[in-house]
């Protein structure tokens, strides 16, 4: 059954190169943005997972906002790509994944060097353009993947383009839980795992469910520090998942 699911999944991404290469040319924002939502959203319930979105009383999606979450998997991507569309930050080696890689590039992900300032202030400076422009950014403030039930000290680097772009910050929590609601492992992709040994887990996990929590938006003031706006994100998320709080949520 795996090896049928995994055929199942790599025909979808084949047919991902191949709207992204001959469609996505012919639609304007809003189609290629519909596109991917429903791309996603079979990409996910292909690889046995099932989206819960949940949010607390009153909270509301802000219009324009950039998105921060914690990151468990690579599914994080797809998960919220399949709920509300956005151009991700991912690190740069995501572009050299086999087929994820060319479709991320090509549905607009910003891919970031590790270590190069350089690099962060040009990411820093299209971010601002993609916000102003009303576009959703997306970026995992970790850095980096993290075991389910630990949350790493966010970097505070690119919140600085949600002060300067004038939007809030609105975080979201996800986390992957088996049918009992306990945290599945198999979501787990850290270490030297490689993408293709993460799928397969996933698809051999026999099914998990995807708990997406909306929290409310951080908003922004022309003299918000960008390390603050990354400990408040930090300390919403922590909450959400269960955590408590470390003495370091953020890195300048």
Not at 22 to 48: D, M, T
Not at 120 to 132: D, E, F
Request: glycine share 8%; aromatic share 8%; charged share 20%.
């Amino acid at each position: 059954m795996p090896a049928f699911r995994l055929l199942r999944v790599v025909l979808h991404l084949f047919q991902g190169l191949a709207t992204c290469a001959f469609v996505f040319p012919l639609l304007g924002h809003a189609g290629r943005q519909e596109r991917i939502k429903r791309w996603s959203a079979k990409l996910v319930a292909l690889a046995g997972v099932e989206v819960r979105v949940a949010s607390r009383p009153g909270v509301q999606p802000a219009a324009r906002a950039l998105i921060v979450s914690n990151h468990v998997s690579w599914l994080d991507i797809f998960v919220i790509n399949s709920i509300e569309p956005c151009r991700f930050v991912a690190k740069s080696d995501i572009r050299d994944w086999p087929l994820i890689g060319w479709l991320c590039e090509k549905t607009g992900t910003i891919f970031i060097s590790r270590g190069k300032l350089r690099d962060v202030r040009r990411i820093y400076q299209g971010l601002v353009a993609s916000l102003h422009a009303g576009e959703r950014v997306a970026f995992f403030p970790e850095g980096t993947t993290a075991a389910q039930g630990t949350l790493l000290p966010f970097h505070a680097n690119l919140f600085e383009a949600a002060v300067e772009a004038e939007v809030p910050v609105q975080p979201y929590a996800v986390r992957y839980a088996d049918k009992s609601g306990k945290l599945h492992a198999a979501a787990d992709f850290v270490g030297e795992m490689t993408f293709v040994e993460s799928m397969i887990s996933v698809l051999k996990s026999g099914g998990m469910v995807a708990h997406l929590e909306l929290l409310a938006p951080i908003e922004t003031r022309a003299d918000s520090h960008r390390r603050e706006l990354a400990d408040a994100a930090h300390r919403e998320i922590a909450e959400a998942l269960g955590m408590a709080e470390g003495r370091e949520a953020s890195r300048a």
